[in-house]
């Protein structure tokens, strides 16, 4: 089993609409989770932390349950320049250093 | 310099040769990581160095080295190149070594990447 996992999509939306994507990830003991964005052949970059009472940041709202080990990003109202790859990344403990663990990442494609 | 830095964009490479792969921050951060992305796969981890004049090995080490004679820099190099190592690597640092949950400090930032391809 992957540490993260993501679903591939391509998830293909209309502009304004909802999107929901999941992670789910193996260690139950991971600390922090974040969700990055990146754009195509361009460098990855945090879009938001995701802590344990969810958050939300304009369109944008992340949410963890830690009990299925999951964590979620939903955006609303989606605009064309959503248009980007979305990597789920966990911090598991260990390892020495500041350890994160990149899902291969859900691509999301708005259209007009 | 805003940020971090790579060099070269993008390389072709024969096998057998020997690359380095440069990566220079003005941040002053003290945590720097290489990566490697390849599609259908998430970034996994090369090297790392917390602190200038320390390195550490990540997930995919082979065939690969790093140093960290100062603050600002972190060249990856490869000894002999494969095909396998055709990749995009990217560079990231962050001002803790060590994740701490919430505070931002912790977040990586990272290099607009090296495309590499080996024959």
């Known amino acids: 089993r992957k540490e993260v996992e993501q679903d591939p999509g391509p998830f293909n939306v209309p502009e304004g609409a909802t999107v929901a994507f999941n992670c789910t990830y193996s260690n139950s003991a991971s600390q922090s989770f974040f969700w990055y964005r990146q754009d195509c052949r361009k460098e990855p970059k945090l879009l938001m932390s995701?802590?344990?009472s969810g958050n939300e940041d304009g369109r944008f709202t992340a949410q963890l349950n830690r009990a299925s080990q999951y964590i979620s990003l939903l955006i609303r109202d989606s605009k064309l320049s959503d248009s980007a790859t979305y990597l789920c990344v966990v911090n598991p403990p260990g390892g020495g250093y500041n350890k994160l663990i990149f899902g291969a990442g859900t691509r999301l494609a708005v259209h007009p | 310099i805003a940020g971090i830095t790579q060099a070269p964009t993008s390389q072709i490479l024969a096998a057998g040769r020997r690359m380095t792969l440069r990566c220079t921050q003005d941040m002053r951060h003290n945590a720097m990581y290489w990566y490697r992305q390849d599609l259908g796969l998430g970034l996994r981890l090369i090297h790392y160095s917390n602190t200038a004049g320390t390195t550490g090995k990540g997930e995919v080490p082979d065939g690969y080295s790093v140093s960290r004679a100062n603050t600002d820099d972190f060249p990856l190099t490869l000894a002999s190149a494969v095909p396998s190592q055709t990749s995009v690597y990217f560079c990231?640092?962050?001002?803790?070594?060590?994740?701490?949950?919430?505070?931002?400090?912790?977040?990586?930032?990272f290099g607009p990447g090296t495309r590499l391809t080996v024959l």
């Open positions: 990231a640092s962050s001002d803790r070594s060590y994740g701490t949950g919430r505070t931002s400090t912790d977040t990586q930032y």
């Open positions: 995701v802590y344990s």
